[in-house]
C-alpha cells in the first residue's frame, strides 16, 4: 500500500470512528483507539508497518507538550517544583515499589521485578494529558496533580534508561550510565541557556518575513529542533519540547506560536493513538486473555490505590484523589522502549516484555472508557469536585462593567456606588464572591475573558470598563478580548507592575495605572514634608517625577522586548531625572531646609 493510500486510510478511520464515539459520550481517545484496532494488522491489515508509524506520530506527543509549556511561565513552573519532585517522585517510588513487590509475589526474580514496577510506575502521558485537556480538566486540583507527576515521570525516564544496562551487565554499565547522565544534564542546561538567548531572535527574525508560512515552519522547527536535540542526549523529546515551550511562555509570540502549532499537534496526536491502537497485539490477547485480564486489573487496581493513597497525602478531597487514580493508572508509553531495551540487556526475557507491552496497551486504552463509565454511569467523587456554574447576569444595561472585585475593583465600585452610577461586577473566584456578597456587594461570578459572559453583561451596551483583575495573565487576556469584540469601550486598567504595564499596552490599553505607583507618590510626598520640605515644593517634586516617570514608560515600551535596550533605557532615566531635582536645587535664592515659609 503507498503512502497516500495508506493516508486515506487513515484520515478515513478517524472521521467515521472518532465523530462516532463523541456522540456516544465516550470521547476522541477510545475513537482513535479502536480505529487503530481496525485498521492494524490484527484485524482488516489495511496497515501494517505499525513500528515506524507509532515512532512518526509520537510528534504529537512532542508538540502537545510544547503547547502546554507555552501555558506555563517560568515562574509558574517554579511554583511547581514541590508537586512535580514531591508528590511525583513519590508516586513513582511508592507504585514502583508496590509493583515490584506483586511481581516477586508472581515469581519474578528480584531484578526483573523491580525494573518491571519501575517502568509500570510511569503513566501515559499522551492519554492522560488529552483527556484531561477534552474534559476541560486541566486546572482542576487533580489535573494540575496529574500534570506534576507526568512531568516528573518524564524526567525519570532517562536515569531508568541508564540504570537496565547496569542491572543486566554488572558494573560494566556504570561507565556508561554517568557518562550519559552527565552529558543530558549538560544538553538540558544548554537549551534553557541558548533558548533564553536565541530563540526569541530567531522567531523575530522569521516574523519580519511577514509571511505566515515562514512563521509556521519556523516554529515547528524550533519544536522539533528542540526535541530532536534533548533526544540525542537519551532524554525525551517531549521533555525537550516543554522546555521550548516554557522557555516561550512569556514571549510577544506565545498565542500565534498556540494557534500555529494546534492543528499539526491535534493530527498527531490523534495519529499517535490510532499507532498505539494498531500496536495491541490481539493474537496474544487471545491467546492468553485470562493472564492479561488479569495483569491489567492488578496493575490499574495497584497503581489507583497509591495514588489515591498520595491524593489523600497532598489534602485532595476524596473525589479529587479518585479522579487522579482513575487518569493516570495506565502504563505508559515509554513502556515500549524501555521494556524492549530490558529485554536486550537480558533483564527479562523477550516472552515477558511481550506479555507486558500488551497490558501496557490494553491499559491505555481502558482508560478513556474507565473516565467515561464513572462520568456517565458510576459518579464517584464528580460530586464534591464539581466545577460551580457562573452567574446568570441580569439582562440589565449599565455603563459600567468591573472586572475583578479584590480591593483595587472594590474601591471604584465604592465610587461609583456613592455617585449613583449603575455597574456590573464581575469576579472569577467564587471565594471571593461569596465574601464580598456578605456585606451586601451587588456581584456575579464568572470570568470575564469568556465572550459569552460579556455579551450576558451586556458589554455592547456599556462605555467604560474596569480591567482590575489581579492576575496578570487572565487581565491580558480579558484586555485582548474586550479590545476584539467591543473596540468601543474604554478601558481603564489596573496593572501590577511596570512589565504587566507593558503587556496591556501591547494589547493596545492606554488608560491604566500601576496599583501601587500613586500610593507610592503620595508617602514620598509626605515623607518629603516630614523632612522640612513646604506642601508646595513636595507636590512639585512628585507631579515632577510622575511625569517623568510616566514619560520614561512609554519609551521603555517601545523597546521592552530588548533587555539590552531596556536596562540602558532605565539608567538614562534616572540620570534625566537627577539631573532635573539637581536644577532645582540649583535655583537661586534657595533657602536653607527647615526655614521656608
Not at 4 to 17: P, Q
Not at 62 to 86: D, H, K, N, T
Not at 268 to 290: E, Q
Not at 365 to 379: F, G, S, Y
Amino acid at each position: 500500500m503507498s503512502l497516500v493510500e495508506e493516508a486515506v486510510v487513515f484520515l478515513a478511520a478517524a472521521v467515521i470512528t472518532v465523530p462516532l464515539f463523541k456522540r456516544m459520550g465516550m470521547g476522541a481517545v477510545l475513537g482513535y483507539l479502536t480505529a487503530g484496532v481496525l485498521i492494524g494488522p490484527w484485524l482488516f491489515g489495511f496497515v501494517n508497518d505499525v513500528e515506524n508509524i507509532l515512532h512518526f506520530s509520537e510528534l504529537g506527543v512532542v508538540l502537545l507538550l510544547f503547547v502546554i509549556g507555552l501555558e506555563l511561565r517560568p515562574s509558574r513552573l517554579w511554583e511547581l517544583r514541590r508537586p512535580v519532585f514531591g508528590l511525583g517522585g513519590a508516586q513513582v517510588a511508592a507504585t514502583g515499589l508496590v509493583l515490584a513487590a506483586a511481581g516477586m509475589a508472581l515469581g519474578l526474580p528480584g531484578t526483573t521485578a523491580l525494573t518491571v514496577g519501575l517502568v509500570l510506575s510511569l503513566s501515559s502521558t499522551a492519554f492522560a494529558l488529552q483527556i484531561l485537556a477534552e474534559k476541560k480538566q486541566l486546572t482542576s486540583h487533580y489535573g494540575r496533580a496529574s500534570f506534576a507527576i507526568l512531568l516528573f515521570q518524564d524526567l525519570a525516564a532517562i536515569p531508568l534508561l541508564a540504570l537496565i544496562p547496569l542491572l543486566g551487565a554488572g558494573s560494566a554499565g556504570q561507565p556508561w550510565s554517568l557518562v550519559a547522565a552527565f552529558k543530558a544534564v549538560a544538553v538540558v542546561v544548554a537549551v534553557v541557556a541558548g533558548g533564553r538567548w536565541l530563540l526569541r531572535p530567531f522567531l523575530r527574525l522569521a516574523a519580519s518575513a511577514a509571511s505566515h508560512e515562514v512563521f509556521v515552519a519556523a516554529a515547528l522547527l524550533v519544536v522539533v529542533g528542540t526535541a530532536l536535540l534533548v533526544h540525542l542526549a537519551g532524554l525525551s523529546m517531549a521533555l525537550g519540547a516543554f522546555l521550548a515551550g516554557v522557555l516561550l511562555a512569556d514571549s510577544e509570540y506565545r498565542h500565534e506560536l498556540e494557534a500555529d502549532i494546534d492543528p499539526f499537534k491535534g493530527l498527531l496526536l490523534g495519529l499517535f493513538f490510532i499507532a498505539v491502537g494498531m500496536s495491541i497485539n490481539l493474537g496474544l490477547v487471545l491467546h492468553r486473555p485470562l493472564a492479561v485480564l488479569g495483569l491489567v486489573i492488578g496493575l490499574m487496581t495497584l497503581k489507583s490505590l497509591v495514588l489515591y493513597g498520595l491524593g489523600r497525602a497532598a489534602k485532595q478531597s476524596h473525589g479529587s484523589a479518585v479522579n487522579l487514580a482513575l487518569f493516570i493508572s495506565q502504563g505508559g508509553e515509554f513502556a515500549f522502549v524501555l521494556f524492549g531495551a530490558a529485554a536486550g540487556a537480558q533483564v527479562l526475557d523477550k516472552a515477558l516484555a511481550d506479555l507486558l507491552v500488551v497490558v501496557v496497551s490494553v491499559s491505555m486504552a481502558v482508560t478513556p472508557l474507565l473516565v467515561t463509565l464513572n462520568e456517565k454511569v458510576l459518579k464517584i467523587g464528580l460530586a464534591a469536585d464539581k466545577p460551580r456554574e457562573f452567574d446568570r447576569i441580569e439582562t440589565r444595561e449599565h455603563r459600567v462593567i468591573i472586572a475583578g472585585f479584590g480591593r483595587f475593583g472594590q474601591m471604584i465600585a465604592r465610587t461609583l456606588r456613592m455617585k449613583k452610577i449603575p455597574f456590573t461586577a464581575l469576579e472569577a473566584s467564587f471565594e471571593q464572591v461569596d465574601f464580598v456578597r456578605k456585606f451586601g456587594n451587588k456581584i456575579y461570578f464568572g470570568d470575564a475573558s469568556r465572550l459569552d459572559l460579556l455579551r450576558a453583561a451586556r458589554a455592547d451596551q456599556a462605555e467604560v470598563f474596569v480591567l482590575a483583575i489581579d492576575d496578570i495573565e487572565a487581565s491580558v487576556k480579558t484586555a485582548e478580548m474586550v479590545k476584539k469584540h467591543y473596540p468601543h469601550l474604554k478601558i481603564y486598567a489596573r496593572a501590577r507592575n511596570r512589565v504587566h504595564a507593558y503587556r496591556l499596552m501591547d494589547v493596545g490599553v492606554v488608560r491604566l495605572i500601576r496599583e501601587t505607583f500613586l500610593s507610592s507618590l503620595e508617602l514620598a510626598r509626605d515623607v518629603l514634608i516630614a523632612l522640612g520640605h513646604s506642601r508646595m515644593e513636595a507636590d512639585e517634586a512628585m507631579r515632577r517625577f510622575r511625569e517623568h516617570d510616566e514619560a520614561l514608560l512609554e519609551r521603555q515600551h517601545k523597546i521592552h522586548h530588548d533587555e539590552a535596550q531596556l536596562i540602558a533605557a532605565a539608567r538614562q532615566g534616572a540620570q534625566e531625572l537627577e539631573r532635573l531635582f539637581e536644577q532645582d536645587n540649583t535655583l537661586p535664592n534657595e533657602q536653607p531646609r527647615g526655614q521656608r515659609p
